[in-house]
């Protein structure tokens, strides 16, 4: 009975129903509710500090010590790694051009812009000291301090000692970690129970700011941000991407017609990898050990339209709050960005959990992260087809690189014999 019970439960429902209550309650601009709905925000944000460092570091550490190890990873995997990474920094740095370009959060900002902690440190003590301070004396105190630089460092830093280690040591390591892991997106999945009750708190906040002057223009300037960005990867990037590399865009989007359409109204990378794999092995005939390597790891690390939500996302929302950031610190987001979608590994609503972990750690209100929620189901069925198209054409240009290498080294072999 539970069983059909969660079959017929559909959260999008019952979130459009608490954007509806939230907007009735809001609208009333009642003291007492209002007072209510600042109670329930604040115990929801709380909730989402408490899994939010662990999620970013867990979900980088577990992804990488589930890959094969260092010296197995040299061909394939390298070539993998390398247009994945290449492809999602593009991604960031797109967004993060759209971003400073629209400039969402014109005119929305009536308090004194407070410079963040971060900014105020690198003004005050330079540049390398805050560097050197990115590095800390000791693993429990960037968590401690909710440093979220330093724990990108430590998971990074984990990471590539685990792949350094032999496999009876990194196979108990993934296993810890992966359970570890498990158990916080368990915490999560309870937190998306709740997410209802505070969507109406976040709307009835939202609303109250709305009637002291906040605009509106703002958040659809936004969602023209993420939209745009992931558009522009889709159709702009990854084809000059293909083109570079001498194979048509064209051709591969056709083949590959059929696993964007699950991706897309699936939601799911992992639901869509079946149909990705059969697409490109039978209409773009990539190898079956290319296919069967590439796709399944692009799935776990390949996040373009993540990368772009995120970045677009802390900034809007850190920027709205008063936080205001140096050049410098901007483009560091670039890098965040991407790690963060790279260890963004098969979790549910893992662009906006974690965009909401990094905006909790730096200890940023969330009432506008609340108002976005509503408009992610959107948002995320479009990630998820660019994400599945990305791994194509990071699938076929390997694929090509692959069977030329091979090629070459047949004609060598050859020719050494004449």
Not at 321 to 343: D, H, Q, S
């Amino acid at each position: 009975m539970c069983e059909q019970h969660k079959k017929n439960y559909n959260p999008n429902v019952f979130f459009a129903i608490a954007a509806c209550c939230g907007l009735m309650a809001g609208y009333l601009n009642n003291e007492i509710i209002n007072s209510v709905a600042s109670a329930i925000a604040e115990l929801f944000i709380n909730l989402l500090k408490l899994v939010s460092l662990p999620i970013i570091f867990l979900s980088i550490v577990s992804t990488a010590s589930g890959m094969n190890s260092v010296s197995e990873v040299k061909t394939l995997g390298k070539k993998v790694l390398k247009y994945t990474l290449l492809t999602t920094v593009i991604s960031a740095t797109v967004a993060l051009i759209l971003y400073v370009s629209i400039n969402p959060v014109r005119g929305i900002i009536h308090q004194i812009p407070q410079v963040s902690e971060n900014a105020s440190s690198i003004n005050q003590s330079g540049y390398l000291t805050y560097l050197a301070d990115v590095i800390p004396s000791n693993f429990v105190k960037p968590f401690l301090e909710n440093n979220v630089i330093s724990v990108l460092f430590l998971a990074i830093v984990l990471s590539v000692a685990i792949l350094a280690l032999p496999d009876e040591n990194r196979k108990p390591l993934h296993t810890f970690f992966s359970s570890f892991y498990a158990a916080v997106m368990k915490m999560t999945s309870w937190l998306v129970q709740l997410m209802p009750i505070a969507i109406t708190a976040f709307i009835v906040l939202f609303m109250r700011d709305l009637q002291e002057g906040l605009e509106v223009k703002a958040l659809a300037l936004y969602l023209a941000c993420v939209v745009l960005a992931n558009l522009i990867q889709g159709f702009v990037i990854l084809p000059i991407f293909l083109k570079f590399k001498g194979i048509s865009p064209v051709a591969t989007a056709k083949g590959m017609f059929p696993a964007l359409s699950v991706a897309f109204f699936t939601k799911s990378s992992a639901a869509a990898l079946p149909m990705a794999m059969r697409c490109a092995e039978e209409n773009l005939k990539v190898t079956r050990k290319v296919a069967g390597f590439t796709l399944p790891l692009c799935t776990t690390i390949n996040m373009n339209g993540c990368a772009a939500f995120i970045l677009i996302t802390v900034l809007f929302v850190s920027m709205s709050n008063g936080i205001v950031y140096t050049p410098i610190e901007m483009i560091t987001w670039v890098l965040v960005a991407t790690i963060a979608a790279v260890g963004n590994a098969g979790v549910p609503m893992g662009c906006y959990f974690l965009s909401s972990a990094f905006l909790a750690a730096m200890n940023v209100p969330l009432n506008i992260l609340g108002v976005i929620l509503p408009f992610y189901t959107l948002i995320d069925m479009l990630e998820t087809a660019i994400n599945v198209w990305s791994d194509s054409c990071v699938a076929v240009v390997v694929d090509k690189e692959i069977k030329q290498e091979v090629f070459a080294d047949k004609g060598l072999i050859l020719e050494s014999n004449t």
